[in-house]
């Protein structure tokens, strides 16, 4: 079991809904991302929560929307997705300082929009 | 100046053999590689990592072998077994940043 934990871990989504993806960690991390994955692809970075501030968001449309409420919590708002969005979501912690360490990943949401 | 380079794209391994992924970097500022394994329906999961101040880390099975003047990095796992079949990623990172710039990944498949 991974200590970064995601939910749903599947959702099916039409183009006009609106739904939330969670991510909770109680490593005592204050770095937390978001990830799209495709299939047989790496993950792509979307967004990184420093300290719960956004740190890094790489160009990624507004129809995604993220929120940290708190240092363990991450969510990533969907509305108005497109089919491209059918991916699997990962979440990822790591301990926030500056130097490089570990990122630790959940086992994502696969997210199919119809 | 920022792509990671992993080969090979697919491998496949008999149980017992050595099983050997490839990557290398443009970025000499790079100074964070790890690697990660991701099973079918799974995250990545951190396997080892190494910064180049050291030529090689070992961990159980898994080697990292690092060589800092080629800009090059590899991953060995030893008496490769039916369960290390999954997807391997190398990636690097540099101090300053959150960012990890990912391979293309190797799908490794043991057979028993």
């Known amino acids: 079991d991974t200590e970064v934990t995601q939910t749903p871990k599947h959702l099916v989504m039409g183009m006009t809904n609106k739904k939330s993806l969670k991510c909770e960690q109680h490593m005592g991390h204050r770095a937390m991302y978001w990830y799209k994955q495709k299939a047989k692809k790496p993950p792509e970075l979307m967004f990184v929560y420093s300290y719960e501030k956004l740190s890094i968001n790489e160009s990624v449309p507004s129809r995604f929307s993220p929120e940290c409420p708190n240092s363990s919590l991450l969510n990533l708002h969907l509305h108005a997705l497109q089919p491209e969005d059918s991916a699997l979501y990962l979440c990822?912690?790591?301990?926030?300082?500056?130097?490089?360490?570990?990122?630790?990943f959940g086992d994502g949401t696969r997210l199919s929009i119809l | 100046q920022q792509q990671v380079k992993q080969s090979p794209q697919s491998l496949i391994v008999q149980k017992g053999g050595i099983s050997i992924i490839n990557c290398a970097y443009e970025?000499?500022?790079?100074?964070?590689f790890p690697w990660y394994q991701q099973f079918p329906g799974k995250g990545p999961a951190l396997l080892i990592a190494?910064?180049?101040?050291?030529s090689e880390k070992k961990e159980g099975r898994f080697t990292i072998s690092f060589n800092k003047s080629a800009k090059q990095f590899s991953l060995h796992i030893m008496d490769s077994q039916p369960g290390d079949s999954a997807t391997y990623f190398c990636a690097a990172s540099r101090s300053g940043t959150y960012k990890y710039i990912f391979g293309t990944g190797t799908r490794l498949k043991v057979l028993a």
């Open positions: 190494i910064r180049p101040d050291v």
């Open positions: 990822a912690s790591s301990q926030g300082t500056v130097s490089n360490q570990p990122q630790h």
């Open positions: 970025n000499t500022a790079f100074d964070y």
